[in-house]
C-alpha cells in the first residue's frame, strides 16, 4: 500500500482502487511504525471506500485496528447521500472520560489517599458483568435512556452545573429507546453506576505540569500539585448489545455485498434502519453519560467522608468517544450538516462553537486524553484548526500495541502493582488478570501521541497529569 509523507506528522494514503477520498494519517514516525504492524492503514483506505464519505478518511495519533473502522478512525458523511455504520461508533457507545477538580493538593490527601481509593472502590462496583447497587425497573431504564444525565441529577446525581460541563448537555435529544431489544435492556438495568473492566479506570491524579496557564485557569487547573479525579466508563452491556443488535438487523436487510469488508456493515442515514439505530446509539450514549454522571456523585461523597468535604469538586468537562453525531462542518466553503462518525476519538471544537459551554466557548472545548495505567494524562483544549484538518477531532488516549492476549502472557498483575506501588501509585481492582491487560506496555506512548495532536494542531496542550491511585476493574 503506497503512503506518502506530507510533513512530518502528516502522512497521506492516495485515492486509488475503489477509494472515494484520500486517507489521511497523524503520526510521528515512531507512532507509524507500531501502526503498520496491523491492519490500521487498510482499515483507513476500506473506510474512503464507503458511501457519501466527505473530505478524507482520518487517522488519529492512537490508531490500532478495531471492528470495521480502526480505533482512532474519523469519517463524516453526507446527510442524504451516506451512510452510519456501527463500525464507525464502536461497541462500547459512548466510552468517555469525565474530569473533576478539586481544591485539594497532594499534600492534603497524602496521609489520606489509600482509604480514599479504598472507599470509592467500595462506593463504585467494577469489573466484568458487575452488577450497580441501583436496581432499575424497565421503564425508569427507558426514561434514562431518554433523558440521559437530566434524570441522574433530577434523582440527586450531581448539579445542574454538571450537565453544562458535559457534551451534549448530557444528553443526545435523539434517543428513542422504543427500538432497542429485550436483551439490551436486560444487559443494562443491573450495570448503571459501574465502571466496567477493559481499558475503563477510575484515577485519583495530580497536576504535574501545566503548559498553559491561562486557559488551565479558565478550566479550573489551579496550580500543579492539585488532585483531579478522571472517571472513564462507558454504556456497558446495553451499548455493546445495541451494537450487535444493529449489525445483525443490518446485514440481515442490506447484506455485505460490495463492501470492501463485512464489518464496515452500514444503512443509509436517511433510512428507517439507518435511523433507528441513530436514535438506539443515541440511546445508549444517554445511558453512558447516567453511568458517568453517577460515579462523579459516590466520588464527591467519599472525598466528603475521608476528606470532610467535597467544596471545590466541579466537573471541568465529560467528552465522548466512539459516537455518531450530526454536526455542521464547512466543506469546500459551505456550512453543511453532516453526519461525523468518532471511533476513538474525541470531538476537539475550537472557540465560537455553540455546543461549547458558555465559559469556555471564546477559548475552545476541553480536550481529555487518559494514558494508560500508571502513566500520565492529558488536558487539552480544541483548536479552529481541527475543523479543517479532522473535522474538529483529536486521539482519545494512548492506543493499544499488543493484544491483551499477548499482555497476559507477559505480565503478571501481582508485579505491576508492586510497580506502582514503587512509584508511589496506590492500585484497587477486582482482578489481577485484568490488571495485566491493561499493562502500559500494551500501549502506545502517550505523551507521543499528545504531543502529535499538539505540534498538527488538532489539540493544544494544556496541562499534564499523573496518578496517585488507580481503580480498575
Known amino acids: 500500500m503506497e503512503i506518502r509523507q506530507i510533513s512530518e506528522f502528516v502522512w497521506e494514503i492516495p485515492k486509488c482502487g475503489d477509494m472515494r477520498v484520500p486517507a489521511v494519517l497523524y503520526a510521528s514516525a515512531k507512532l507509524l511504525e507500531s501502526v503498520k504492524r496491523d491492519m490500521t492503514l487498510q482499515q483507513a483506505r476500506n473506510v474512503a471506500c464507503l ?8 487517522v488519529m495519533p492512537d490508531a490500532h485496528q478495531g471492528y470495521g473502522f480502526p480505533i482512532g478512525g474519523v469519517a463524516a458523511f453526507d446527510m442524504d447521500r451516506g451512510i452510519i455504520s456501527p463500525g464507525g461508533v464502536g461497541y462500547d457507545i ?15 490527601v ?28 424497565r421503564s425508569v431504564l427507558k426514561e434514562i435512556l431518554t433523558k440521559g444525565a437530566e434524570w441522574a441529577v433530577e434523582n440527586g446525581y450531581g448539579t445542574r452545573e454538571d450537565l453544562l460541563m458535559t457534551e451534549e448537555g448530557g444528553r443526545m435529544k435523539d434517543a428513542d429507546p422504543s427500538h432497542i431489544s429485550a436483551r439490551a435492556l436486560e444487559r443494562g438495568i443491573p450495570q448503571l453506576g459501574t465502571l466496567g473492566a477493559g481499558n475503563h479506570f ?37 451499548g455493546h ?12 436487510v442490506f447484506g455485505i455485498k460490495g463492501l470492501p469488508d463485512r464489518e464496515l456493515i452500514n444503512a ?13 446509539m443515541c440511546a445508549a450514549v444517554n445511558y453512558a453519560f447516567t453511568n458517568r454522571q453517577m460515579i462523579a456523585h459516590w466520588v464527591r461523597d467519599v472525598f466528603a467522608k475521608v476528606m470532610g468535604s467535597s467544596k471545590g469538586l466541579r466537573q471541568v468537562y465529560d467528552v465522548c468517544h466512539n459516537v455518531a453525531k450530526v454536526e455542521k462542518h464547512v466543506i469546500n466553503g459551505k456550512e453543511r450538516e453532516v453526519c461525523v462518525h468518532r471511533k476513538g476519538a474525541t470531538r476537539s471544537f ?24 500508571g ?72 505523551d507521543e501521541v499528545v504531543r502529535v495532536s499538539h505540534e498538527v494542531g488538532i489539540g493544544r496542550l494544556v496541562a499534564r497529569v499523573v496518578p496517585v491511585g488507580v481503580m480498575k476493574g
Not at 131 to 136: D, E, P
Not at 208 to 235: P, T
Not at 241 to 252: G, L, P, R
Open 51 to 58: 458511501p457519501g464519505i466527505e473530505r478524507m478518511s482520518y
Open 94 to 108: 459512548n466510552c468517555g472520560v469525565r474530569l473533576l477538580r478539586t481544591d485539594y493538593t497532594e499534600k492534603d
Open 110 to 137: 497524602a496521609a489520606r489517599r489509600k482509604e480514599l481509593l479504598a472507599e470509592i472502590f467500595k462506593e463504585v462496583p467494577a469489573g466484568v458483568g458487575k452488577g450497580g447497587i441501583t436496581k432499575l425497573s
Open 202 to 238: 477510575l484515577e485519583i491524579q495530580k497536576v504535574a505540569h501545566i503548559y498553559d496557564e491561562a486557559i488551565a485557569k479558565v478550566f479550573g487547573i489551579d496550580a500543579e500539585g492539585q488532585i483531579l479525579v478522571m472517571i472513564h466508563c462507558g454504556s456497558r452491556g446495553l
Open 241 to 252: 448489545q445495541v451494537a450487535s443488535d444493529y449489525i445483525e438487523k443490518m446485514e440481515n
Open 268 to 280: 443509509p442515514i436517511r433510512s428507517p434502519l439507518g435511523e433507528q439505530y441513530y436514535k438506539s
Open 350 to 373: 475550537g472557540p465560537g462553537r455553540p455546543e461549547i459551554p458558555e465559559v469556555y466557548r471564546a477559548y475552545g472545548q476541553p480536550v481529555i486524553i487518559p494514558g494508560s495505567m
Open 375 to 446: 502513566t500520565a494524562s492529558y488536558l487539552l483544549v480544541g483548536t479552529r484548526e481541527a475543523e479543517d484538518l479532522s473535522f474538529s477531532s483529536t486521539a482519545h488516549g494512548a492506543g493499544r500495541v499488543m493484544s491483551r492476549h499477548e499482555a497476559l502472557r507477559r505480565f503478571r498483575g501481582e508485579q505491576i502493582r508492586d510497580e506502582l506501588e514503587k512509584k508511589g501509585i496506590e492500585l484497587q481492582s477486582t482482578s489481577w488478570k485484568g490488571v495485566a491487560e491493561e499493562a502500559s506496555a500494551a500501549y502506545k506512548d502517550v
